[in-house]
C-alpha cells in the first residue's frame, strides 16, 4: 500500500481569505461523492479530519477521504485548507507581488488556497478490493468483479450460443460497440463464459442463440442477479441505456 502513493491528483482552489472554511466543507463533499461514483460502497468510505497536534504548520484544517482496506482504514486523499501560505511564501521568495485585486469590493488580497490531493494508484486500489467478492453458486465458487458500469473495462460482451451463430453476433457486437466498451467472446461453453467475464467485471452479457434467428431477440443477463431477460435487437443500444442510467442514479 505504500507504494501506491507516489501517483497524485492535485487541485488547487482560489478563493477570499475568509472564505476558506465553506470552500473547504465544499470541496469534501465533492471529493467524497466522486469516490462513490466510481461505484465504492459509501459504508467503505469515511471522513478523518485532522486533530490540531497532527495538521501541517501551514493548514488551517485538513480531512482525508480514508477506504477500509483489508488491512485497515488508509488515506485515500488529502483535503486541506492552506490559508494563504502558499502565495505569501511564492511572493516572498520570488519578489513578485501576487495580490488580486478584486473590482467588486475594490480590496486587494493574497487569495487563499483549497487543496485536494488523491491518490491514483490508491483509487485504483480501492475500486479493485471493493468491486471483487467470491460467492457460491450451485455448488461452485463464482469470483466477481462487481465494477460500476462506468468503470468497467469491458461494459457489454456478445455470446454466440454456437460457433453456427458467429455472423449475426457480431452484426450485434458491430452494433453495440460506437455505444458501450464492448467485447465478443465465443470461446468454451456458454457457463465458462459467464463466469469469465464475470470474473473481469462485466456488467451485462448477451447471449445470441437459436430461438434469436426466429423471435429477432436475445438474451440480456445481469452479472450481479444473474437474472436474464429476453429484450429485441432493434430496442437492445436503448435498453442498455436504461440499464446503465439506472446504476448512475
Not at 501506491?4 to 465544499?26: G, S
Not at 486533530?51 to 488529502?78: N, V
Request: charged share 30%; proline share 4%.
Amino acid at each position: 500500500f505504500r507504494s501506491r502513493e507516489f501517483e497524485q491528483m492535485e487541485m488547487e482552489f482560489f478563493c477570499l481569505p475568509d472564505e476558506t472554511a465553506k470552500w473547504h466543507a465544499y470541496w469534501i463533499e465533492q471529493r467524497l461523492q466522486w469516490y462513490r461514483g466510481l461505484g465504492i460502497r459509501p459504508e467503505r468510505l469515511r471522513l478523518r479530519p485532522h486533530r490540531s497536534d497532527e495538521l501541517a504548520h501551514y493548514a488551517k484544517a485538513c480531512t482525508d477521504i480514508e477506504f477500509e482496506m483489508p488491512f485497515g482504514w488508509s488515506e485515500l486523499e488529502g483535503i486541506a485548507d492552506r490559508g494563504t501560505y502558499d502565495l505569501s511564501q511564492h511572493a516572498q521568495s520570488s519578489g513578485k507581488d501576487l495580490d488580486y485585486f478584486e473590482e467588486g469590493k475594490n480590496a486587494r488580497f493574497v487569495p487563499a488556497v483549497v487543496e485536494t490531493s488523491a491518490g491514483v494508484d490508491r483509487t485504483l486500489l480501492a475500486v479493485l478490493v471493493d468491486a471483487y467478492r467470491e460467492e457460491e453458486v450451485r455448488g461452485e465458487k463464482r469470483v466477481v468483479l462487481g465494477f460500476h458500469p462506468r468503470v468497467a473495462p469491458v461494459q457489454v460482451v456478445i455470446l454466440p450460443l454456437s460457433a453456427k451463430l458467429k455472423e449475426p453476433s457480431l452484426a450485434i457486437w458491430n452494433a453495440v460497440r460506437p455505444h458501450f466498451a464492448a467485447d465478443y467472446d465465443d470461446a468454451g461453453s456458454i457457463g465458462r463464459r459467464y463466469r469469465r467475464q464475470d470474473e473481469i467485471g462485466t456488467p451485462f452479457a448477451i447471449t445470441y442463440d437459436f430461438q434469436s434467428d426466429q423471435d429477432h431477440m436475445v438474451t440480456v443477463r445481469d452479472r450481479d442477479s444473474m437474472t436474464q431477460e429476453r429484450v429485441g435487437i432493434d430496442r437492445l443500444v436503448d435498453y442498455l441505456r436504461d440499464q446503465f442510467a439506472r446504476s448512475s442514479s
